[in-house]
């Protein structure tokens, strides 16, 4: 038999007779409201599909969800209205937005005036918001506008807090938006406007990601056009099929195209047949200098007058090369120095910052002097001797060429 006494098991669950169990009572929401529109404030114009986007970005009612073509650089995780702003060391006060409320309740002794707060993928908002029932158009400054360029998408979160309690309710719907920060304000051909797809390009297949200085972002895009965007040289007559040859002159250049990869029926300075994947160096100097624009970079071009014979570096979609035409004579992308089938760049163009060379073409080269850039991509020997050049010093035709090379532009339109 237990010495121990019986255990109830209501005496387990059930409080003492005395002892009242407390209610807890859920207070109603402070306030009943929702979000009617956004619209971006920087005065940088975006376009998507070559339509100018307008304001507001968002608003209620309406689906702006991105459409899911990732081949014409439109993806889901975006919106069909997106916006463009510059770092914050450039954007002074342009780093506001507007954001229309309206509120439907609120609660008695209400602050007069509340918090809006929002958040895009840690980008974020804040304005005050008049409490009084009806609509108001509020004035929202971006707290932490980047230093670097960035890409933000999807969906953002809103509430409204009172300033003294800190109580906040969330705000309904949630608000599709996208928005790209840039080094500077948009430049050469996309001064008026700057295309969507072209800063989806960098950011999403180039990797563009978080760069701080010019020098930085057009590294990234010379060697993304250089490499992991699959394109390869013509190496049968190193014809333009981009229309690099038109956008070198200050005319347009089909960076659309070069984007997407997308081949023209015929290579309209060539006649032959393109695969939407073959360039020459006008193509390929059109795009670094056109892509970076579209970050604030200005970038131009050069256009070197005679080039010369090539020393050892990876063509574009080749690899070890110093016979770029090989395709012609069917010999083979190397060939001896001496060999009379090895061909040559009659002229040669290519990217520069602030007179610093990117070539996309080959190599790839970043950040160069000219002097440094001819001298470690001409085979000046064989050039000269093959030319006929007698009586000077490798470094004084080195000079010479400097003399004599043309900077342009590049191309003041994109199609």
């Not at 604030?296 to 005679?306: E, T, V």
Request: net charge positive.
């Amino acid at each position: 038999m237990s010495n121990h006494f019986p255990i109830k098991a209501a005496s387990v669950t059930s409080p003492p007779a005395n002892i009242k169990r407390a209610r807890v009572v859920v207070p109603p929401s402070l306030i009943e409201a929702e979000i009617l529109s956004v619209s971006w404030g920087s005065g940088i114009v975006v376009s998507r599909k070559k339509t100018a986007v307008t304001a507001p970005h968002w608003e209620l009612g309406q689906t702006l969800d991105e459409v899911d073509t990732p081949d014409d650089l439109l993806y889901r995780t975006g919106s069909q209205k997106p916006g463009a702003y510059v770092v914050k060391a450039k954007a002074g006060t342009n780093n506001k937005a507007k954001v229309k409320v309206r509120i439907k309740r609120a609660a008695a002794g209400m602050a007069a005036t509340l918090t809006l707060k929002g958040e895009l993928k840690g980008l974020k908002f804040q304005g005050d918001c008049p409490s009084s029932v009806g609509e108001h158009e509020v004035s929202v400054e971006i707290l932490n506008l980047p230093d670097t360029t960035e890409h933000y998408q999807g969906d953002a979160r809103w509430s409204l807090e009172d300033p003294a309690s800190k109580a906040s309710s969330a705000l309904a719907p949630a608000t599709r938006l996208e928005l790209f920060v840039l080094l500077d304000a948009p430049t050469g051909p996309f001064a008026t406007e700057v295309w969507a797809e072209a800063l989806r390009f960098l950011f999403i297949r180039a990797g563009l990601g978080a760069s701080a200085k010019a020098d930085a972002a057009i590294r990234k895009i010379t060697r993304y056009c250089h490499g992991k965007h699959g394109l390869h040289y013509d190496t049968q007559r190193g014809a333009s099929f981009f229309g690099g040859d038109d956008g070198l002159n200050g005319n347009a250049f089909q960076l659309m195209r070069y984007m997407q990869k997308k081949s023209a029926p015929i290579c309209p300075a060539s006649g032959a047949v393109d695969d939407g994947r073959t360039v020459n160096c006008y193509d390929q100097a059109c795009a670094v200098q056109t892509l970076a624009c579209s970050l604030g970079i200005p970038a131009r071009c050069y256009y070197q007058n005679p080039f010369g014979f090539i020393n050892k570096t990876d063509l574009i979609g080749v690899g070890a090369c110093n016979n770029p035409f090989y395709s012609s004579n069917g010999t083979s992308p190397m060939i001896g120095a001496n060999d009379p089938n090895r061909t040559q760049f009659g002229n040669h163009a290519f990217a520069h910052l602030a007179t610093r060379v990117e070539d996309a073409c080959a190599g790839p080269h970043h950040n160069e002097t000219l002097k440094a850039y001819l001298t470690g991509s001409i085979d000046v020997p064989t050039t000269m001797k093959t030319n006929g050049i007698a009586g000077k010093k490798p470094e004084d035709y080195i000079a010479d060429l400097i003399a004599g090379v043309y900077e342009i532009p590049g191309a003041r339109e994109v199609k």
